[in-house]
């Protein structure tokens, strides 16, 4: 999801494939963007530090 809409939104495929590497999807472990910015502190730290990484995870 983060690279699709990365995608559309202009990001550097580099750059979203760095940030859709932080949130886990292994079983047992995968997380929804929503709990990753939730719970995971550099997606949270990303998603507070502009407006262009809140339009990615939003």
Known sequence: VIRDVGRTLGFEPSETDRI??????????SFTVEEAVKNLKEVRDLYQSDDRHRRLFD
């Open 20 to 29: 859709a590497k932080l949130i886990p999807n292994a079983p047992g472990q």
